[in-house]
């Protein structure tokens, strides 16, 4: 079948929000992203599958990322008038009794309920009924939303993911997927388009920030074969937003791309993806699939004379292929290197011809933003930052994984609330934002509220979306040096400043982390990256120095501590610091005499222990198994 209409879609979408909302059977939603599959899903996927072959009251199925990584896998279970119940650590062992228990609606299973569901319709959803609605809850089952992980949440991006089945076109379809690109071609020009994301304010969300609708209207003025370019090389540590995105709602970046090819007047899109990103790719490759048996991705689309065409492009793992030349150098089979952008991309880039570029994120807020209006979207978030932004949640913080909160939320609110804090009572001492070039932000500004100009102003960055919680236990000094160490690795090497100027700074943050700092370090450090970052090339040289700079700026005693006193608070640089035991603290509980690898821990039971120097080789165990804060760092 060709989709030719909007009726078309109608009719496709009315016959599988039954499937959705609306089950005859147990729907067994199970999330199978990359972190639940890590988990477990995919045995507890099979399992399922296998020993319920044949049974016609239970369907097993498989959906995205649904969030909450470090409680997968996490299982949702659906039924017509009932309430949804998500599961959560239901691995093999436990997905059929899982099932059991919300087939019986006893709810035996109280640990493993992680609670009910709210409305699952979509921000696109309008027009369809709640089915939920009229629906009594279940006494006595906490509501899911009530978490404080997911209290604060607002999904746009992230709308279908934990959802739908991502290999359905017809779930996404029944969700209103392809409806604003039928609307993108029937019922607005390519003006009309362009000016709503302008008052939509969406900024890219790659990093830059750069203003979406101001791109597209810069590259749809210029002449030459334009490119529309998906830039999915998602390569910060600590970040997988757009990787959820793809393997959870490949579709919804799809017809992100199809309307700004409407947009800018492009009959061609590249999606340039990470070969790390095996799932991501296979769920891509089936999307276009679908889309092209449905008329959605092909020539003469929706009975028009616009055609369009994917290809898809993997990444070699090159961090600096993010940067937007350099991407594009890498799509023409060249090294991916970065030039000067004295000519933008939006003008010549890709082939020589008007390229729009933007990441996944960007292109999957785009079709919410046409049916429901720039207004609509515009009207989240603060006055330089519209909109939604998600993020990667995780270090030290109690709960771990995928948010997708409004612009303007504070740090606070999002480590505090949303992480639910540092575990173990330790004190919190930074969050870092932006990845390996975002800055690493102390507890003083915790109240900030996350927008783009707000984060300049304390020397971090936006970025993709990580986000990275650090307690007592880190080091502030070693920090800087791992991204150093990373970005170093990850330079091209074609210019100057970057190439030697970071292998110089991390020389020096090596020496200091050994015990060999030097007075005139830390001044040598600020010139250093004061140059790079005014002089490199591109992007990633410009902001190489953030996480040496902004730990010197707010940790400047730890890297005094480090040179002159020859300590490391935090202990980790091991020639900075020793364990001791607290004999006044000290149980004599003997955990630590137990868990040591090298029998370094001496003492009789109920008696203060005491750590052999010599033998010590550092490891922390002892530190990091005393329930009793007996073990202190010296």
């Given at each position: 079948?060709?989709?030719?209409?909007?009726?078309?879609?109608?009719?496709?979408?009315?016959?599988?929000?039954?499937?959705?909302?609306?089950?005859?059977?147990?729907?067994?939603?199970?999330?199978?992203?990359?972190?639940?599959?890590?988990?477990?899903?995919?045995?507890?996927?099979?399992?399922?599958?296998?020993?319920?072959?044949?049974?016609?009251?239970?369907?097993?199925?498989?959906?995205?990322?649904?969030?909450?990584?470090?409680?997968?896998?996490?299982?949702?279970?659906?039924?017509?008038?009932?309430?949804?119940?998500?599961?959560?650590?239901?691995?093999?062992?436990?997905?059929?009794?899982?099932?059991?228990?919300?087939?019986?609606?006893?709810?035996?299973?109280?640990?493993?309920?992680?609670?009910?569901?709210?409305?699952?319709?979509?921000?696109?959803?309008?027009?369809?009924?709640?089915?939920?609605?009229?629906?009594?809850?279940?006494?006595?089952?906490?509501?899911?939303?009530?978490?404080?992980?997911?209290?604060?949440?607002?999904?746009?991006?992230?709308?279908?993911?934990?959802?739908?089945d991502p290999d359905s076109i017809e779930e996404y379809i029944a969700r209103g997927g392809y409806r604003?690109?039928?609307?993108?071609?029937?019922?607005?020009?390519?003006?009309?388009?362009?000016?709503?994301?302008?008052?939509?304010?969406?900024?890219?969300?790659?990093?830059?920030?750069?203003?979406?609708?101001?791109?597209?209207?810069?590259?749809?003025?210029?002449?030459?074969?334009?490119?529309?370019?998906?830039?999915?090389?998602?390569?910060?540590?600590?970040?997988?937003?757009?990787?959820?995105?793809?393997?959870?709602?490949?579709?919804?970046?799809?017809?992100?791309?199809?309307?700004?090819?409407?947009?800018?007047?492009?009959?061609?899109?590249?999606?340039?993806?990470?070969?790390?990103?095996?799932?991501?790719?296979?769920?891509?490759?089936?999307?276009?699939?679908?889309?092209?048996?449905?008329?959605?991705?092909?020539?003469?689309?929706?009975?028009?004379?616009?055609?369009?065409?994917?290809?898809?492009?993997?990444?070699?793992?090159?961090?600096?292929?993010?940067?937007?030349?350099?991407?594009?150098?890498?799509?023409?089979?060249?090294?991916?290197?970065?030039?000067?952008?004295?000519?933008?991309?939006?003008?010549?880039?890709?082939?020589?011809?008007?390229s729009n570029l933007n990441n996944v994120e960007t292109y999957a807020n785009i079709a919410p933003i046409?049916?429901?209006?720039?207004?609509?979207?515009?009207?989240?978030?603060?006055?330089?930052?519209?909109g939604t932004k998600v993020f990667s949640l995780c270090g030290k913080i109690n709960n771990t994984g995928?948010?997708?909160?409004?612009?303007?939320?504070?740090?606070?609110?999002?480590?505090?609330?949303?992480?639910?804090?540092?575990?173990?009572?330790?004190?919190?001492?930074?969050?870092?934002?932006?990845?390996?070039?975002?800055?690493?932000?102390?507890?003083?500004?915790?109240?900030?509220?996350?927008?783009?100009?707000?984060?300049?102003?304390?020397?971090?960055?936006?970025?993709?979306?990580?986000?990275?919680?650090?307690?007592?236990?880190?080091?502030?000094?070693?920090?800087?040096?791992?991204?150093?160490?990373?970005?170093?690795?990850?330079?091209?090497?074609?210019?100057?400043?970057?190439?030697?100027?970071?292998?110089?700074?991390?020389?020096?943050?090596?020496?200091?982390?050994?015990?060999?700092?030097?007075?005139?370090?830390?001044?040598?450090?600020?010139?250093?990256?004061?140059?790079?970052?005014?002089?490199?090339?591109?992007?990633?040289?410009?902001?190489?120095?953030?996480?040496?700079?902004?730990?010197?700026?707010?940790?400047?005693?730890?890297?005094?501590?480090?040179?002159?006193?020859?300590?490391?608070?935090?202990?980790?640089?091991?020639?900075?610091?020793?364990?001791?035991?607290?004999?006044?603290?000290?149980?004599?509980?003997?955990?630590?005499?137990?868990?040591?690898?090298?029998?370094?821990?001496?003492?009789?039971?109920?008696?203060?222990?005491?750590?052999?120097?010599?033998?010590?080789?550092?490891?922390?165990?002892?530190?990091?198994?005393?329930?009793?804060?007996?073990?202190?760092?010296?």
């Amino acid at each position: 079948m060709r989709i030719q209409s909007e009726k078309d879609l109608t009719q496709i979408a009315q016959d599988y929000q039954q499937k959705l909302y609306r089950p005859k059977k147990i729907r067994v939603n199970v999330g199978m992203a990359s972190c639940g599959i890590a988990a477990g899903a995919q045995d507890a996927f099979n399992t399922a599958r296998q020993a319920l072959e044949g049974d016609d009251t239970v369907e097993i199925c498989q959906t995205g990322c649904i969030g909450f990584c470090q409680e997968e896998p996490l299982v949702e279970m659906v039924a017509d008038g009932r309430p949804r119940v998500m599961y959560r650590k239901i691995t093999p062992d436990r997905i059929l009794d899982a099932i059991e228990d919300f087939r019986s609606g006893k709810f035996e299973k109280k640990k493993w309920i992680f609670g009910q569901m709210p409305d699952p319709r979509s921000v696109v959803d309008e027009g369809v009924e709640n089915p939920l609605a009229g629906v009594a809850p279940q006494e006595k089952m906490a509501a899911f939303d009530a978490n404080p992980f997911y209290a604060k949440q607002v999904k746009i991006a992230l709308r279908n993911c934990g959802y739908i089945d991502p290999d359905s076109i017809e779930e996404y379809i029944a969700r209103g997927g392809y409806r604003a690109f039928f609307k993108a071609l029937h019922d607005y020009n390519p003006a009309d388009i362009i000016n709503e994301v302008k008052a939509s304010g969406l900024r890219g969300r790659g990093g830059g920030g750069f203003p979406t609708g101001i791109k597209w209207a810069t590259c749809a003025k210029h002449d030459g074969e334009r490119s529309i370019i998906c830039n999915a090389d998602e390569g910060d540590p600590g970040a997988y937003m757009d990787r959820s995105i793809l393997e959870g709602d490949p579709h919804s970046v799809l017809e992100g791309m199809l309307i700004a090819g409407v947009a800018i007047g492009s009959s061609h899109g590249y999606l340039y993806v990470r070969n790390e990103y095996p799932l991501a790719v296979k769920r891509l490759v089936t999307a276009i699939k679908q889309a092209e048996a449905y008329g959605l991705v092909g020539d003469n689309i929706g009975g028009t004379d616009f055609s369009f065409h994917f290809k898809i492009s993997r990444g070699a793992g090159a961090f600096v292929c993010g940067e937007s030349t350099a991407l594009m150098a890498s799509l023409e089979g060249k090294v991916g290197r970065p030039r000067a952008k004295y000519v933008h991309t939006v003008e010549k880039g890709f082939r020589e011809g008007p390229s729009n570029l933007n990441n996944v994120e960007t292109y999957a807020n785009i079709a919410p933003i046409l049916l429901k209006g720039g207004k609509w979207y515009a009207a989240m978030g603060t006055e330089h930052s519209k909109g939604t932004k998600v993020f990667s949640l995780c270090g030290k913080i109690n709960n771990t994984g995928l948010v997708e909160v409004p612009m303007g939320v504070s740090l606070r609110e999002i480590v505090s609330d949303v992480g639910g804090g540092v575990p173990k009572n330790k004190a919190f001492k930074a969050v870092q934002t932006g990845g390996p070039s975002g800055g690493c932000i102390p507890e003083r500004f915790l109240d900030l509220p996350v927008d783009y100009q707000r984060l300049a102003e304390v020397g971090s960055i936006m970025g993709s979306g990580g986000m990275i919680v650090m307690d007592q236990d880190t080091c502030m000094v070693d920090v800087a040096r791992y991204f150093l160490d990373f970005l170093k690795e990850e330079s091209c090497g074609q210019c100057n400043p970057c190439r030697e100027g970071i292998k110089q700074m991390l020389a020096i943050l090596t020496r200091i982390c050994a015990g060999d700092g030097r007075e005139g370090d830390i001044e040598l450090l600020e010139e250093l990256g004061s140059m790079v970052q005014k002089f490199s090339l591109c992007g990633l040289g410009t902001a190489a120095p953030n996480p040496v700079l902004t730990t010197i700026l707010y940790f400047r005693k730890e890297y005094e501590e480090h040179i002159s006193e020859k300590k490391c608070r935090a202990g980790v640089c091991k020639n900075l610091f020793h364990y001791e035991i607290d004999a006044e603290k000290c149980t004599g509980c003997q955990v630590c005499f137990r868990k040591c690898p090298q029998d370094a821990v001496s003492g009789e039971k109920k008696k203060p222990h005491l750590i052999d120097q010599e033998a010590c080789i550092k490891c922390g165990i002892c530190y990091d198994n005393c329930k009793f804060d007996a073990i202190a760092i010296r």
